[in-house]
């Protein structure tokens, strides 16, 4: 407020002070009126010019008198400081969600310059599936409002060129603001200064300390004007608590940004004479890495296939992008007429993905004893996995058949959604296996609901990961969960083409044919069961 001083008036006159007020002659909330009427009539002679600048100063002054005066009426009250902070989390969370399914609808996003974000929808979902969103953008709905998000990204692009590597680390910077707030954080989010390694990490854009601290600075700013126009107005305690929690962790996190890069250039002084032998060494231990991975996939993968006599078929179709694979599968024979149907997708593919196989499979061994309670199972599996998967994360979904009473119980950790439908019937009707729980490997001490159908003969379960409804054709349109049911569940008018395996072998030509290339952009895992 410099520069605009308040007018006051003779001492002969009402003598109006802040001493009067606090000596009794007048109460806080009287003193506290006189003085946000003489701000405003201050204000109202301001040139309009100068006003927007001092709009903020201006709301944070009469913040703090509402504060004091709420503290004199209320000397007992406390502050839920837990519900102001998941307050904070919801709204960040609601904003990137609208962010990145505005992306997803194709809607311009930041201005024409940006890069194509559309190259990087695996990435979008991943995180959308990490926020328990599972939906894709409905048609027709309006994305016009700009979202604190995009907003962010306007102000960085005015002095940042970027790539599309340059945006996924500049999400990471966004999660991190986002999860701060949050009671529960993902295990790759829990500890500040990994998630900074990360950002500058070799792989990365290569975003330095000083783009990290305005990005940092300018979400800081953004957020609190943001929260001044949503909630100042309503309810200044609330404004100014969740200003302060918000100062607080973001100075947290540049003092961590501190400390990385401090240890960083000191490590890096220590090491500089051996960079070449280090580089050497991480080639060939990379090599070795992928031929033990290899070796590894090759062993888990295992399937107990019913026999033709039995009153159930089972048809897998599987195909990683390259030799070893972040698709997983196991069809276990539990007794004579029992089954155990596992199916899970590792975040990523190839050697990243594939390292984590064994991890899965032993844990799916250790807990045999749960193979008949799916719910059960994956609460054992998120367990054991969680903080041992490093960034990446699994969705999967568990079956157990009892072919002799027809019962199917399943449980589901954020994977694509199975579906029963009757294939000797006209009409499908088609039953969904749909999500009961987070994905595995993130979030601690979960609970997975459990879920039952009856069966009948004729009926056909498909389970999959989401290599084949993320399948995009040259034009980068997405099959889509809907089009790949129709696929499904299409009839065709000789009774062997409707069998199991042509049905395998007719998607898996179909999707080449989508796609115009033999060659997936993603692992690839269906698995058809028939109840005869």
Not at 81 to 102: A, P, T
Not at 206 to 229: C, H, M, P, S, T
Not at 384 to 404: A, H, M, R, S
């Amino acid at each position: 407020m410099s520069g605009s001083r308040i007018p006051r008036k003779p001492k002969s006159s009402s003598r109006f002070s802040i001493q009067r007020g606090f000596q009794g002659e007048k109460n806080l909330k009287d003193l506290s009126n006189e003085i946000i009427h003489s701000i405003q009539k201050a204000v109202s002679k301001i040139p309009e010019s100068m006003s927007e600048d001092l709009e903020f100063e201006v709301e944070m002054f009469l913040s703090k008198i509402k504060l004091l005066e709420w503290k004199e009426s209320n000397p007992q009250a406390e502050v839920d400081r837990l519900e102001i902070r998941q307050n904070l989390f919801l709204i960040l969370r609601e904003d990137m969600v609208y962010s990145l399914q505005k992306i997803l609808s194709g809607t311009e996003f930041v201005n024409e310059s940006f890069p194509d974000l559309s190259l990087i929808q695996r990435e979008i979902l991943a995180i959308l599936k990490e926020l328990g969103n599972y939906h894709h953008p409905h048609s027709g709905r309006d994305y016009s409002r700009i979202s604190l998000l995009e907003s962010w990204f306007q102000g960085l692009s005015k002095t940042w060129n970027f790539n599309l590597q340059r945006v996924v680390d500049t999400f990471q910077i966004y999660r991190w603001k986002l999860y701060s707030f949050a009671q529960e954080r993902p295990i790759t989010y829990q500890n500040p200064e990994q998630v900074i390694q990360r950002i500058l990490s070799p792989e990365s854009s290569g975003l330095n300390f000083a783009q990290i601290y305005d990005a940092e600075v300018l979400l800081r700013k953004n957020f609190q004007f943001f929260l001044l126009r949503k909630i100042g107005a309503e309810n200044r305690l609330q404004y100014l608590i969740s200003a302060e929690i918000l100062g607080i962790e973001s100075d947290s996190l540049i003092q961590t940004l501190h400390t990385v890069i401090s240890n960083r250039l000191e490590e890096l002084l220590n090491t500089r004479q051996l960079e070449h032998e280090h580089i050497l060494k991480e080639k060939l231990d990379l090599e070795k890495e992928f031929r033990q991975a290899e070796k590894i996939q090759k062993k888990s993968l295992h399937a107990d296939l019913p026999g033709p006599e039995e009153k159930i078929k089972i048809e897998i179709l599987y195909k990683p992008v390259l030799p070893v694979g972040g698709d997983f599968y196991t069809v276990r024979r539990i007794s004579g007429t029992e089954y155990g149907i596992f199916i899970a997708d590792i975040s990523g593919h190839g050697i990243g993905a594939a390292l984590f196989f064994n991890t899965l499979k032993s844990s799916f061994e250790k807990n045999r004893s749960y193979w008949e309670r799916p719910g059960k199972l994956l609460k054992k599996i998120n367990d054991e996995v969680c903080g041992k998967l490093n960034d990446n994360f699994i969705t999967g979904i568990y079956l157990y058949l009892n072919v002799k009473k027809k019962i199917l119980k399943y449980a589901n950790a954020g994977h694509n959604k199975g579906i029963i439908f009757n294939h000797n019937e006209l009409r499908n009707k088609l039953r969904f296996l749909t999500p009961g729980g987070k994905i595995l490997g993130i979030f601690p001490k979960m609970d997975y609901k459990e879920r039952e159908f009856k069966l009948k003969d004729g009926d056909r379960i498909a389970i999959f990961t989401d290599g084949i409804p993320e399948t995009h054709n040259p034009a980068q349109l997405m099959l889509g969960d809907r089009e790949f049911y129709r696929w499904l569940i299409a009839k065709k008018t000789e009774p062997k083409e409707n069998a199991s395996a042509a049905v395998i072998q007719r998607i898996e030509r179909d999707l080449n044919l989508f796609r115009g290339d033999p060659k997936a952009e993603d692992d690839i895992c269906l698995i058809l069961i028939d109840i005869q």
